[in-house]
């Protein structure tokens, strides 16, 4: 999700949301395109475990809007909801072309991730529209970051494609928008949207780190192996990045990290 960086006292502009360090000159894998890379079967693997977990995200988070439209206050705002929808499920669409360009059936790569993704949106299941709200703005953005660190290891082709589906699809300043708003207009709601918002940062990175863990390939790729993968050093730096953005996000909300 591609935004300007704001203070934290700044007005409804949501901060910069991409936090992966791409290197100046990408070498090994991320200097290769998909042709050459995919040659090594693990990484192969390891790239449709990652498409498949993305698509099957785009398609919950379609759904997902969807269904937060129906609790919209106005008919301007459900116009918009529905609006940002409509682009997640193209993200899906990409990313299931993508997956039946390079050979994979696409409900396959999917499927392993089902579980983990639905039991993360049953945990934190909104119930109003202004926790929907900060749920797709920081829910979502933490595993965007998450897999925006990852793109930096991917080759060019593969890296361009994940990038291009985690662009934002205007979800966040329309949410940084409507949030400040309440706040100003009834600043007890700060403290429930708050508690709120850091209950969603511990299951995200949970859930982000259960789909890692569950996948061999995955794993593999993330911490050494395969492609330019990262030391435990350099994987608590990312956990580090992630969080400072998180901090950024809370900030421009008005809300309490």
Same mark, same amino acid.
């Given at each position: ?15 910069? /949301? ?17 042709? %050459?890379?995919?040659? /090594? ?7 449709? =475990? ?7 995200? &785009?398609?919950?988070?379609? /759904?997902?809007?969807? /269904?937060?439209? %129906? ?11 529905? %609006?940002?929808? !409509?682009?997640?499920?193209?993200? $899906? ?19 392993? $991730?089902?579980?983990?993704? =639905? ?11 202004? &926790? ?13 970051? $998450? ?7 991917? =080759? ?11 662009? +934002? ?8 928008? %409507? ?6 207009? +009834? ?9 709120? @918002?850091?209950?969603?940062?511990? &299951?995200?990175? !949970? ?22 993968? $990262?030391?435990? @050093? &350099? ?20 809300? @309490?990290?």
């Amino acid at each position: 999700m591609e935004t300007p960086d704001t203070a934290a006292g700044s007005a409804a502009e949501p901060p910069a /949301e991409n936090t992966a360090e791409t290197p100046a000159e990408p070498t090994g894998v991320a200097a290769q395109d998909w042709a %050459k890379a995919s040659a /090594e079967p693990h990484y192969r693997a390891a790239v449709v =475990d990652l498409l498949g977990a993305l698509a099957y995200g &785009e398609l919950a988070a379609f /759904e997902r809007l969807a /269904e937060d439209a %129906k609790l919209a206050p106005t008919l301007g705002d459900k116009a918009e909801l529905a %609006k940002m929808a !409509s682009a997640e499920f193209h993200h $899906f669409e990409q990313l299931r072309d993508r997956l039946s360009a390079i050979g994979a059936e696409p409900t396959e790569a999917m499927e392993p $991730f089902v579980a983990a993704l =639905d039991g993360f949106h049953r945990q934190t299941a909104p119930s109003d529209w202004l &926790e929907g709200l900060v749920k797709a703005y920081v829910g979502d953005s933490i595993a965007s970051d $998450f897999y925006r660190e990852v793109a930096a290891r991917l =080759d060019v082709d593969t890296r361009g494609l994940v990038l291009g589906v985690l662009d +934002d699809t205007g979800h966040a300043s329309f949410a940084v928008e %409507k949030v400040r708003a309440a706040i100003d207009a +009834d600043p007890r709601l700060g403290g429930r949207l708050a508690l709120w @918002a850091r209950r969603l940062m511990g &299951e995200a990175l !949970s859930q982000s780190q259960r789909v890692v863990a569950d996948r061999d390939a995955l794993s593999t790729m993330l911490v050494g192996g395969v492609a330019d993968g $990262f030391d435990l @050093a &350099e994987v608590g730096r990312m956990f580090s990045r992630i969080t400072e953005a998180h901090t950024k996000r809370m900030a421009a909300l008005g809300l @309490a990290a």
